[in-house]
């Protein structure tokens, strides 16, 4: 072997450690970067597992005041859902702010909180609540130049969207005192529920097809189908149940109208974030958002249910 051959051997095997010690420090340099923005697998694995978990723990916790309030009566309901309401509410009064509005939090507020607990005193109450709110908003709008027809539609609408349509569960429960009355509270609080998880569950695994894409893109048609499946399912236990009597075609018509109707409610919040640039209503709710982004569909169901199972002849 040539001298000059020896002496490029050596010398290419005197780069080749160099080469390899460059490359490793260029993996951890990029592996330290990623773990920086948090982009590795293992991260990624373990932030979804502490958002399940943490989203898992809040849901259960939620459930378990609300159907123990259903449970024991009338007025623990009545209570709970005027916080309820109240909560949604202030959530709804400060992103209606971000836009430029001024409503009443006072007025608004105040009648939020009624109306849950006049549906648990006397119901006929609550028309004359209504007027008085509405007279309330029209002395305010006429002694202030500065408040808007805008102000004043948002301060007379925000606890018609809340506390009167919740209200709709506390004349549920009220129509039987008893158990089975906790039951169809239940039943259709439970409807609510399982609309909702059906749908993320088969929309996250089976959705192609964008339901409303310009309001919320992930929800597709088929979550939507797989909704209404659990919400059918649940009403179907309810009618097998016997509870309160309620009928299979009855049971089948509320599980499906009130799905929809909760679609619908979760849009129209979804369409109140979007309109002023939101991603979540509060942050009450850790893993959920905002009481409001946990009861959309429960406001716009429950008072469907009310209007189908007073029509059926139940409550």
Same mark, same amino acid.
């Given at each position: 072997?040539?001298?000059?051959?020896?002496?490029?051997?050596?010398?290419?095997?005197?780069?080749?450690?160099?080469?390899?010690?460059?490359?490793?420090?260029?993996?951890?340099?990029?592996?330290?970067?990623?773990?920086?923005?948090?982009?590795?697998?293992?991260?990624?694995?373990? !932030?979804?597992?502490?958002? /399940? $978990?943490?989203?898992?723990?809040? *849901?259960? %916790?939620? &459930?378990?005041?609300?159907? +123990?309030? #259903?449970?024991?009566?009338?007025?623990?309901?009545?209570?709970?859902?005027?916080?309820?309401?109240?909560?949604?509410?202030?959530?709804?009064?400060?992103?209606?702010?971000?836009?430029?509005?001024?409503?009443?939090?006072?007025?608004?507020?105040?009648?939020?909180?009624?109306?849950?607990?006049?549906?648990?005193?006397?119901?006929?109450?609550?028309?004359?609540?209504?007027?008085?709110?509405?007279?309330?908003?029209?002395?305010?709008?006429?002694?202030?130049?500065?408040?808007?027809?805008?102000?004043?539609?948002?301060?007379?609408?925000?606890?018609?969207?809340?506390?009167?349509?919740?209200?709709?569960?506390?004349?549920?429960?009220?129509?039987?005192? !008893?158990?089975?009355?906790? /039951? $169809?509270?239940?039943?259709?609080? *439970?409807? %609510?529920? &399982?609309?909702?998880?059906? +749908?993320? #569950?088969?929309?996250?695994?089976?959705?192609?097809?964008?339901?409303?894409?310009?309001?919320?893109?992930?929800?597709?048609?088929?979550?939507?189908?797989?909704?209404?499946?659990?919400?059918?399912?649940?009403?179907?236990?309810?009618?097998?149940?016997?509870?309160?009597?309620?009928?299979?075609?009855?049971?089948?018509?509320?599980?499906?109208?009130?799905?929809?109707?909760?679609?619908?409610?979760?849009?129209?919040?979804?369409?109140?974030?979007?309109?002023?640039?939101?991603?979540?209503?509060?942050?009450?709710?850790?893993?959920?958002?905002?009481?409001?982004?946990?009861?959309?569909?429960?406001?716009?169901?429950?008072?469907?249910?009310?209007?189908?199972?007073?029509?059926?002849?139940?409550?």
């Amino acid at each position: 072997m040539s001298p000059e051959a020896d002496t490029t051997r050596q010398a290419e095997g005197a780069e080749t450690p160099m080469t390899r010690r460059e490359r490793l420090a260029m993996r951890r340099a990029v592996r330290e970067s990623k773990r920086e923005e948090g982009s590795l697998r293992s991260q990624k694995a373990r !932030g979804w597992m502490e958002k /399940l $978990l943490t989203r898992t723990l809040t *849901g259960a %916790i939620y &459930a378990i005041i609300v159907l +123990a309030c #259903l449970w024991f009566g009338t007025l623990p309901t009545a209570l709970l859902f005027a916080a309820m309401g109240w909560l949604c509410c202030s959530e709804l009064l400060h992103m209606v702010r971000m836009s430029g509005r001024m409503p009443n939090e006072f007025l608004a507020l105040g009648a939020t909180v009624l109306f849950p607990l006049l549906a648990f005193v006397r119901p006929v109450y609550l028309i004359g609540v209504l007027f008085i709110h509405f007279m309330a908003c029209a002395v305010w709008y006429e002694s202030d130049l500065r408040v808007s027809l805008g102000d004043v539609a948002i301060t007379f609408f925000a606890p018609f969207y809340t506390g009167l349509m919740f209200s709709a569960i506390v004349y549920i429960r009220q129509a039987h005192p !008893g158990y089975q009355g906790a /039951l $169809l509270a239940m039943g259709v609080v *439970g409807g %609510i529920w &399982a609309n909702d998880a059906f +749908a993320y #569950l088969i929309g996250s695994r089976f959705g192609k097809t964008k339901l409303a894409p310009k309001i919320s893109p992930n929800k597709s048609w088929e979550g939507l189908w797989g909704g209404l499946a659990g919400s059918v399912l649940v009403w179907a236990v309810v009618a097998g149940s016997g509870v309160c009597q309620v009928s299979w075609p009855l049971a089948i018509t509320t599980g499906i109208l009130s799905a929809v109707s909760g679609i619908v409610g979760d849009l129209f919040e979804s369409r109140i974030k979007r309109g002023v640039g939101v991603k979540d209503s509060g942050n009450i709710m850790p893993g959920h958002g905002g009481m409001l982004d946990r009861s959309d569909a429960l406001i716009f169901g429950a008072t469907t249910a009310y209007i189908i199972l007073r029509l059926g002849g139940i409550i």
